[in-house]
């Protein structure tokens, strides 16, 4: 078995065991669990200091398992997946399956089908979306790189992946894309 399916399996193995991993994410360096696991979100948010009621997104990988989490999924949203060339969370009203604390104040919760093949291989294997957060203390700077993470948050993970930690490619946050009250799909930020 190689490098890379040991360490996709390891960080599957951890998250089906509810533990925080801290992995490189299709943007930047990020903690992340099962989306489904209420306890696992929770010990994700005491790690990063993070206060409850600000959601985190959850990645997927593909427009079925989007859907499992989507409460309302606009027509055009394929289309717009299939033409995306840059990581894209979209923002759209909360399903039952996701951890309620992954739920903003306004019933929504950030959804991104990731292209990435580790966190895609992650999730598929999974079978459940994976919560993406950045992996760093509230409030504090976004890791664009490992050797940005802060010793605290690499300590306290659960499980820290291997892959790309000498990776020094930097990345731009996610494109946001909002279901507005009209029933279309908004870029809020690009």
Same mark, same amino acid.
């Given at each position: 078995? @190689?490098?890379?399916?040991?360490?996709? %399996?390891?960080?599957?193995?951890?998250?089906?065991?509810?533990?925080?991993i801290l992995?490189?994410?299709?943007?930047? !360096?990020?903690?992340?669990? %099962?989306?489904?696991?209420?306890?696992?979100?929770?010990?994700?948010?005491?790690?990063?200091?993070?206060?409850?009621?600000?959601?985190?997104?959850?990645?997927?990988?593909?427009?079925?398992?989007?859907?499992?989490?989507?409460?309302?999924?606009?027509?055009?949203?394929?289309?717009?997946?299939?033409?995306?060339?840059?990581?894209?969370?979209?923002?759209?009203?909360?399903?039952?399956a996701v951890?309620?604390?992954?739920?903003? =104040?306004?019933?929504? *919760?950030?959804?991104?089908?990731?292209?990435?093949?580790?966190?895609?291989?992650?999730?598929?294997?999974?079978?459940?979306?994976? *919560?993406?957060?950045?992996? @760093?203390?509230?409030?504090? =700077?976004?890791?664009?790189?490992?050797?940005?993470?802060?010793?605290?948050? *690499?300590?306290?993970? %659960?499980?820290?992946? @291997? !892959?790309?930690? %000498?990776?020094?490619?930097?990345?731009?946050?996610? /494109?946001?894309? /909002?279901?507005?009250?009209?029933?279309?799909?908004?870029?809020?930020?690009?």
């Amino acid at each position: 078995m @190689n490098r890379f399916q040991q360490e996709v %399996d390891a960080a599957v193995d951890a998250l089906l065991l509810q533990q925080v991993i801290l992995y490189p994410t299709d943007t930047v !360096w990020g903690v992340g669990c %099962d989306a489904e696991a209420p306890p696992a979100v929770q010990a994700l948010y005491k790690l990063k200091g993070r206060e409850a009621g600000k959601p985190s997104i959850v990645l997927v990988a593909d427009l079925a398992m989007l859907k499992r989490y989507a409460a309302e999924v606009p027509p055009e949203l394929e289309a717009m997946l299939a033409a995306d060339t840059r990581p894209t969370t979209y923002i759209l009203p909360a399903g039952r399956a996701v951890a309620k604390e992954l739920v903003a =104040p306004d019933g929504t *919760v950030g959804l991104r089908v990731v292209k990435d093949e580790f966190c895609f291989k992650v999730v598929r294997r999974l079978g459940h979306g994976l *919560v993406s957060t950045s992996a @760093n203390k509230a409030g504090e =700077p976004t890791p664009a790189v490992y050797a940005e993470v802060d010793a605290a948050i *690499v300590r306290g993970a %659960d499980h820290v992946v @291997n !892959w790309r930690q %000498d990776d020094d490619t930097r990345t731009t946050p996610s /494109r946001l894309v /909002r279901l507005g009250d009209d029933g279309k799909l908004e870029v809020v930020r690009e």
